[in-house]
């Protein structure tokens, strides 16, 4: 395992009574990995640093180049507040097990596009392999669109069952679950999604004990977030975001397009510090506006 990296199982029950939320940043690019661990440090924030199953895809990376990427970044600036190297939404149990061979110290299987039985199954199966191994496990119930396909108004018939959860929660052992109550991965057409925070505080209600996890959380309004992190008795206590810190740099570049983690790297010195400049921007902003976590972080 990643040295000195923590699990979900050991990072979010704190923030849960503390009444924050820690950050995971899918950073996607190798080089984006500083940035978003100097944010941390610089503002004594636990942070969760990730990459998911398409990702590694998307930029040319492998569960080990990533893991590395982060060692060594961690290292250079000696990063010394609560750090989880988690693998985000993944599918695979290859890949699952590749991230955990390389250290990886949480993982997420996603088997919420199968039926409720086939989903408890696959999980409970991740379960037993990761905890053996000192890792931890994110699951998912319910299922969140991309945003260019949910509808303005939500689509119900996708979100979360609060009574499933409890069950799901009861038969797989996860340490996480990640609920579908409105939001979506992407930008969001409308300038704020429909959250139904009767159902997250429903869910919270049946399953006091379990971290909860807002995914989609790039472009959703501070107000929103704070909403879902201050419900009674703890409520959401990981929050991811990628898009907006993937266009905080290309935007500050100059518009360039997508491109792989190797093509970033290749970049002209100056234009890449301007990117990189604007994740950092990006982080602080999320650390110390959204999720509330600055000054939370119990340095060594």
Same mark, same amino acid.
């Given at each position: 395992?990643?040295?000195?990296?923590?699990?979900?199982?050991?990072?979010?029950?704190?923030?849960?009574?503390?009444?924050?939320?820690?950050?995971?940043?899918?950073?996607?690019?190798?080089?984006?990995?500083?940035?978003?661990?100097?944010?941390?440090?610089?503002?004594?924030?636990?942070?969760?640093?990730?990459?998911?199953?398409?990702?590694?895809?998307?930029?040319?990376?492998?569960?080990?180049?990533?893991?590395?990427?982060?060692?060594?970044?961690?290292?250079?600036?000696?990063?010394?507040?609560?750090?989880?190297?988690?693998?985000?939404?993944?599918?695979?149990?290859?890949?699952?097990?590749?991230?955990?061979?390389?250290?990886?110290?949480?993982?997420?299987?996603?088997?919420?596009?199968?039926?409720?039985?086939?989903?408890?199954?696959?999980?409970?199966?991740?379960?037993?392999?990761?905890?053996?191994?000192?890792?931890?496990?994110?699951?998912?119930? #319910?299922?969140?669109? +991309?945003?260019?396909?949910?509808? %303005?108004?939500?689509?119900? @018939? !996708?979100?979360?069952?609060? /009574?499933?959860?409890?069950?799901?929660?009861?038969?797989?052992?996860?340490?996480?679950?990640?609920?579908?109550?409105?939001?979506?991965?992407?930008?969001?057409?409308?300038?704020?999604?429909?959250?139904?925070?009767?159902?997250?505080?429903?869910?919270?209600?049946?399953?006091?004990?379990?971290?909860?996890?807002?995914?989609?959380?790039?472009?959703?309004?501070?107000?929103?977030?704070?909403?879902?992190?201050?419900?009674? #008795?703890?409520?959401? +206590?990981?929050?991811?975001?990628? %898009?907006?810190?993937?266009? @905080? !740099?290309?935007?500050?570049? /100059?518009?360039?397009?997508?491109?792989?983690?190797?093509?970033?790297?290749?970049?002209?010195?100056?234009?890449?510090?301007?990117?990189?400049?604007?994740?950092?921007?990006?982080?602080?902003?999320?650390?110390?506006?959204?999720?509330?976590?600055?000054?939370?972080?119990?340095?060594?």
């Amino acid at each position: 395992m990643l040295p000195g990296a923590l699990t979900l199982a050991g990072l979010l029950p704190g923030a849960q009574r503390g009444g924050y939320a820690v950050a995971a940043f899918s950073a996607r690019y190798r080089a984006c990995v500083r940035p978003v661990l100097q944010a941390a440090v610089d503002l004594r924030s636990p942070v969760i640093v990730e990459i998911s199953q398409r990702e590694l895809g998307w930029f040319g990376l492998s569960p080990q180049d990533f893991r590395d990427a982060v060692e060594h970044e961690a290292r250079q600036i000696g990063c010394r507040v609560p750090l989880c190297l988690h693998l985000d939404h993944s599918w695979e149990e290859p890949v699952i097990h590749a991230a955990i061979a390389a250290g990886f110290s949480s993982v997420m299987i996603d088997a919420s596009a199968q039926p409720f039985e086939e989903n408890v199954r696959q999980t409970r199966q991740v379960v037993t392999y990761a905890h053996a191994r000192g890792v931890s496990v994110e699951a998912e119930l #319910g299922k969140l669109p +991309s945003t260019d396909q949910m509808e %303005t108004e939500g689509d119900e @018939a !996708l979100y979360t069952v609060p /009574g499933e959860a409890l069950t799901f929660v009861e038969r797989t052992g996860c340490d996480a679950l990640a609920v579908s109550i409105g939001t979506a991965h992407g930008v969001y057409p409308v300038s704020s999604p429909r959250i139904d925070f009767d159902r997250l505080a429903a869910i919270r209600a049946l399953l006091p004990d379990t971290p909860l996890v807002l995914h989609g959380g790039s472009g959703l309004p501070a107000a929103t977030v704070h909403r879902a992190i201050e419900l009674p #008795g703890g409520g959401v +206590s990981k929050m991811n975001v990628a %898009t907006d810190l993937e266009q @905080a !740099l290309l935007r500050a570049m /100059g518009g360039l397009a997508r491109m792989t983690s190797a093509e970033l790297d290749a970049q002209p010195p100056g234009l890449l510090a301007r990117g990189l400049e604007a994740v950092y921007a990006e982080a602080s902003d999320k650390i110390s506006n959204f999720v509330r976590s600055a000054g939370r972080a119990v340095t060594a």
